[in-house]
């Protein structure tokens, strides 16, 4: 039986191997697709609260860095996030050393600690 548009229009069959390749190519964007949105979702909107924290931190770093204390103290911060622990204590025998102890704690109650050595302020 003929089709009655068979004159207008001629389809093409793809070979095996196209269609094999195709459907890799498929299930690879359909894969890099689904881990891209699994990863969004479960991240949810906290990404923004590390950005936020990560900001606070370094440029309080760099304000120790830049300003040296002159020993060991305790200070904390609070900020529309959470709050930021900063703890300072001389570093093993030497008196021109500190280590610094900065813990953010999110309103979510999600922990962001780092540890770091400084010159402090007092005298060589």
């Known amino acids: 039986m003929r089709y009655p548009f068979s004159r ?3 389809l093409q069959a793809s070979t095996l191997i196209e269609t ?3 459907s890799i190519i498929f299930l690879c964007v359909f894969g890099m ?3 891209t949105l699994t990863r969004l979702f479960a991240s949810g909107r906290d990404e923004a609260d590390y950005l936020l924290v990560e900001s606070v931190m370094n440029r309080q770093r760099r304000a120790l860095e ?3 204390p ?3 103290s305790a200070k ?3 900020y529309r996030w959470g709050e930021l622990r900063i703890e300072m204590h001389p570093y093993g025998e030497s008196s021109n050393l500190l280590e ?3 813990q953010a704690v999110t309103l979510r109650k999600k922990e962001i600690n780092y ?3 400084i010159r402090g302020g007092g005298e060589e």
């Open 66 to 68: 830049q300003h040296p």
């Open 115 to 117: 540890r770091f050595i």
């Open 33 to 35: 697709a689904m881990d």
């Open 76 to 78: 904390s911060y609070p």
């Open 70 to 72: 002159t020993g060991a």
């Open 20 to 22: 094999i390749v195709a």
């Open 100 to 102: 610094v102890d900065m």
């Open 8 to 10: 207008f229009f001629r």
